[in-house]
């Protein structure tokens, strides 16, 4: 009956435990997997993401796309949270996303500031928060340093802190670069060493070798490489990004191939919301049929 | 589709209102109406009110009462949630109890202090908070004052607040006694006036007339009363407490008036699990058989 | 009668709504459009921008002007706030700008540093608060961090928050600079997702293609991007900037094109007090004659 | 090979859960039960109490007798902690005593008043504290005022909770006295409920009914009682007092029933210093002889 | 019969001593060393090092291998302890290391930033908290400023402070590089004058004498090395690490050596768990056969 044997197995306390639940097996599938909607992509990359879909640009509808699809939570920043979660308060789980930035300046430091506290997501009813750390910027201590309060403030409040684990900055670039089995792999790991409850990653790529370290200089399948990426994050979940756009097959496979090496779930905007309503709602679906088959109890 | 129409009038901020829609929504009978289970009796009476049921002394006993009776919500003291409820976390939702009292000293100055704070009650996860506000005690200038700090603190963290609101002391005993109309009346004024979002109140007694305010002191059925005291609450949701346990078709006919008049629910204890597990859960049935018929849609 | 419908939708808190109101339905035109009057010129380039109508130099002139052409309100800063607003108190609206920068350095790290507080404006009775953020810049970190204590207060005090929301800096110049379609449509999406109430931008030049990202590489009408710019704001009002001065029928057009896309209102300075007094009056009726067109209830 | 099966299963976090295990299962007779030495007596009854062996009154003989005893901690008050435990720090686990009284004025109203705080016991390396909450007590007010703020730090910095739960006061003398099993039933539950990790209580006296509340006006062995108060303890684990010194044979069947009703140790001091030191060690032996037959693994 | 002799005179507070003494007296070998198990190098290099052993990579196979081992102790970031420290609290001394970064950015101006406080390391029950410290990188001024808020706390908390001194940076590869005897040598002595309990440095290497200081650059053996080392830092006890995996007989020929010159133990992980689990209890076992030897009592 009670479907949480899974997550009475990762050291959580109670709020954090509880707000888990909620998003796991109260919302979505009901079955211990997640299929989160992050939208985000305004502040990161600006209204240029919307173009291909100009609706997508209405908060609103992507909310109401997020309650009709099913989704087990949706990722906003502070403004959009403020202004129109209150209508949609509690049917779908709110993660708050605390941290993020355009893309207008050169990434070679890059470093996502804070927009917003743990306590802002208490107050809006969120159920988790997200936080951008870009593993390996030379601006790490920044980072670092911020990432700090944030896991503070989560772990007072009971709060699920959500790790967006993004490779990034001038060194990564010069070895192998973001999305990397050697840069992935780490940055899971970084996710879990720092306390986060979930991590965010891209799918790893094993043929990108140029540069990186010796032990991922070696052929790996990309099986191989995301079961050694959930291997790393250990008691932290993971969710697979879908990052831009691309063909529906390959990120249905990503997808399979994620949830066969344990990971938790899926966090896919663009792909989703990049095409009309409709077609959102019908790859959600195909999506949520691959979760059907990794219950998590 | 989405349900909460009825809370989109409440006034609430998207914390309180993310909350209770959980509580009202996603819970028990997911229409709008609640049925909770108090379990502060341990403190407030002390352990002579398990010898009924020497099983309902056990708390995990009944937080799986509550599950397996789906409930809208437990109440509880700080000490059981911080020891029981990670067992149970989002499964049923917690209302974390922050005041109590022994019944060892006189009730003549009634005011129960606070022991736990709105900040337990998010670090635990809970979706509300509860607090007894001994309406019309002589101590009341302390109790107000304790009072304010937990409406501003809920009022910060968007956690909704439950006021057990409770004619007490000798000033109400020398005027009608604790559940007159007239006492039970003012009550549920003083809660709503004070910024309570929803309140629990006893079943008034419209026949207890000695010494009541002369507009009380006239006939009235006890459906005019509770129809009156919905009233009197306005926006604040309100629940009516089941008290002593008492025969069941007399519980059954209070919980009918009192959702013809418009409370959001009841909150039974002693009632429910005064009596053998399955008992208890087929009382809880026939309580839900009566919300069932009154949507709060 | 209410004329506060078009309010209702945004999302906003009570004190936030309470001088939004007050700021549109009870000041100008009364129809929930503004006109405003920038007055931060003598801080942003010096008094130089005074040298055309040499009595633009006194705050008190400008103070006057704002209350004789029933403008919404006058944005200043602090120190004029302090000296000149108690004449004027409650007769026109302040916005008190809470930072500000000299023209003297490089633009390139644009940063617009602190020189009030929220705390300042409300124990002045200003209406709304106004934040200069420059999207885009090296500097973001730091404009982030201080424009989140910003957000934040203003949140807690029910302050409603304008932000001037300005491209600017190295990398801006290098994409298509400041005032194009790409860059203010950014900038406008970039203060929704940060929780902006308002957000002033310059009128977008699609015109502007060199080096803009590809999806703005292609022919708008100046139309077509106020309306996608507007859009991008969602619930956040919008104010078209007047910027240098130019002239007039070519402001008048801006205005009413950026009226006719949806913006809530003007924000004109120099093109309004860069001349002499009754002929700024005249102007500002003008501009006024377009805001009756496109009432917002 | 690991011991910690039953504080597994308490609701404990991690800090606290590290420090009962010293206590339980790395002192003493390292099985889960535990004999404490209480040296409180100088501040609460005065040097009266070391009259019956005059050696008692230097706390570095005490602790001398704790370590050789192989005790599982001593409870001491502030001061004798500053001055006396850093020669045997670490050696026998240290319980700051955080509250304290003389018996000099009448115990009407009693209160102890707070010492020390949580935070001296961290820096002194304690690995519990202990606190006097006087169930019943007119003064409950203020007592349950300052436990709550010791409760939260000891939740805060993961310090386990000794709770010395001793009905007290006009009321209780009134209603059975302070060591009848109505009494001590109800002190066990309250300190359950407010968030005791552990609870110190007198042995419950069954044929103690002069105007108890109806339940507990029945015939109840010792046994009985001693097993309802355990079960009303819960996850709280729970010490028998030794109180006044009495005859030892009295003592041990006190113990062995304890023991027996699932009580996790003994706590006792006049019983085992009111007498010479050889014998001292004698005495706890033989109280180790029963804990040894009652593991908690 | 008290075998703290040793610790009395090292100038400890209560707290710290109380600590010390559980870590070098109750666990381990009991006799005043310490050898314990560093496992944070999934944050200093990633995954990468769990390659040899992929088992290792899993934080629970290291903390059963800690407490099968009877490590004194085992060092790990804040996250791990979180999540896994739990299932083990008490059982093994734990470690909570404070600061930490990614090898991905250059070393040029080594920094490791905060990512928990000592306050952390109560709550979950730590024995001891790590910092590492970078002598001589060019970023000491934050790195000492960070730095100084640990000692402050761990001083306030009664905490032992372990600084991990590592000469680091630009300047240090310029002078000799970071495991001259120069560098060790005035990385020992910066710690003890910064107030560290305990210091971890890497075993001295004599022979590397390009650019170092005059002084150093003479034939110094290795056993002469290690015994200045440990003379540099007088009451500050010393640990010698690991480091890379290397021959086993050098490293327990280093292991001697240290023990020989007065260490107080061995900080050894990779070496350790880069080999299968027998084959990594049966090295610890040979590194605790050295370590009988020395006891300091």
Chains 1, 2, 3, 4, 5 share one sequence.
């Not at 908060?59 to 309650?67: C, S």
Request: with cysteine; hydrophobic share 40%.
């Amino acid at each position: 009956m009670c479907t949480s044997q899974h997550l009475s197995g990762l050291g959580l306390g109670t709020g954090k435990k509880a707000r888990l639940y909620r998003i796991l097996y109260q919302h979505g599938l009901r079955n211990g997997t997640a299929l989160f909607l992050p939208y985000d992509q305004g502040l990161e990359h600006g209204p240029r993401d919307f173009f291909a879909n100009p609706d997508a640009g209405d908060p609103r509808y992507i909310l109401r796309l997020a309650r009709q699809g099913t989704f087990n939570g949706i990722a906003i920043q502070i403004g959009l949270a403020e202004k129109f979660y209150w209508d949609f308060a509690g049917e779908v789980p709110l993660i708050l996303k605390l941290n993020g930035k355009t893309d207008i300046p050169s990434d070679a430091d890059a470093l996502s500031p804070l927009h917003a506290t743990v306590a802002d997501a208490v107050r809006l009813g969120a159920d988790a928060v997200g936080y951008t750390l870009y593993v390996g910027t030379p601006a790490q201590e920044t980072d670092f340093t911020q990432y700090r309060r944030v896991r503070d403030d989560a772990q007072r409040f009971g709060m699920p802190l959500i790790v967006w684990a993004y490779p990034r900055g001038s060194a990564i670039e010069a070895k192998g670069g973001k999305d990397s089995f050697y840069a992935v792999d780490y940055a899971a790991r970084v996710a879990s060493e720092l306390g986060a409850d979930v991590v965010k990653v891209n799918f790893p790529h094993p043929e990108k070798r140029t540069a990186v370290k010796q032990q991922y200089d070696a052929d790996f399948s990309s099986q191989q490489a995301i079961d050694a990426v959930v291997r790393s994050a250990n008691r932290t979940l993971l969710l697979v990004s879908g990052g831009e756009r691309a063909g529906d097959d390959a990120m249905l496979e990503k997808a399979r191939q994620s949830m066969e090496a344990g990971a938790t779930g899926l966090i896919f905007g663009r792909n989703v919301w990049q095409r009309e309503y409709a077609e959102s709602l019908r790859f959600a679906a195909r999506l949520q049929e691959i979760l059907t088959k990794y219950p998590r109890e």
